[in-house]
């Protein structure tokens, strides 16, 4: 148990389908974070928010949505994915002080397929 | 810019040590480990900050030389709850985390 939940576990879905990620943090920390994983590659930072206001686009296509309602819940919008966008989708959380950052907790990843 | 690691991947008997290095081309704050086994979320190791300091983790201790703007994990005497995938992660006072492509352990008995 890490404090970080993620749903669905895995997600099948169309290209032409609409769908979203759920992540929630119970650590009380500051900032999320959606990153991919995809097989043979380092993990790409796709979105940061920092006391809900996103601080990062890392250059993700508009066919991924975040939102961020509050300081503990971060979603990721689907919609006319690619088949390349199959991965896993990790969301981290960790709290943001002074100069440095501090650890960040993964939640397990929604492991997602595109058809 | 992503961080370096090497080596990609090692196999070890228990009690074996391993190092894993870490190099990144920009001026680095911290630099983070983790591991992640398969089919689960990468879980944190350690945090090094800038000043070189060294820190332990059970039997896994890492260094941190900002001048070279590298970093080492050691695995020491080896068990084999270590096998897994070390990731490190580089910081440049941007509050985010550089990646590196992993280092696959695997420990036998």
């Known amino acids: 148990e890490t404090g970080v939940t993620q749903t669905p576990r895995h997600l099948v879905m169309g290209m032409t389908n609409k769908k979203s990620l759920k992540c929630e943090q119970h650590l009380g920390h500051n900032a999320m974070y959606w990153y991919k994983q995809s097989a043979k590659k380092p993990l790409e930072l796709m979105f940061v928010?920092?006391?809900?206001?996103?601080?990062e686009n890392n250059s993700v296509p508009s066919r991924f949505s975040p939102e961020c309602p509050n300081s503990s819940h971060l979603f990721l919008h689907l919609h006319t994915l690619q088949p390349e966008d199959s991965a896993l989708y990790l969301c981290a959380s960790s709290q943001v002080t002074g100069g440095f950052n501090q650890p960040q907790h993964f939640g397990d990843g929604t492991r997602l397929s595109i058809l | 810019q992503q961080p370096v690691q090497s080596p990609q991947a090692v196999i070890l008997r228990e009690g074996e040590d391993a190092v894993i290095n870490c190099s990144s081309s920009k001026a680095l704050y911290s630099v983070h480990w983790y591991r992640q086994k398969h089919g689960e979320a990468p879980v944190f190791l350690m945090i090094l900050l800038k000043g070189g300091e060294q820190k332990g983790h059970e039997k896994i201790s890492a260094s941190f030389n900002e001048k070279k703007q590298q970093s080492s994990l050691y695995l020491t005497a080896s068990q084999l709850s270590y096998s897994g995938t070390y990731f490190c992660g580089t910081e440049s006072g941007d509050y985010k985390l550089s990646f590196g492509a992993g280092t696959t352990v695997t420990v036998r008995a």
């Open positions: 928010y920092n006391f809900k206001e996103q601080t």
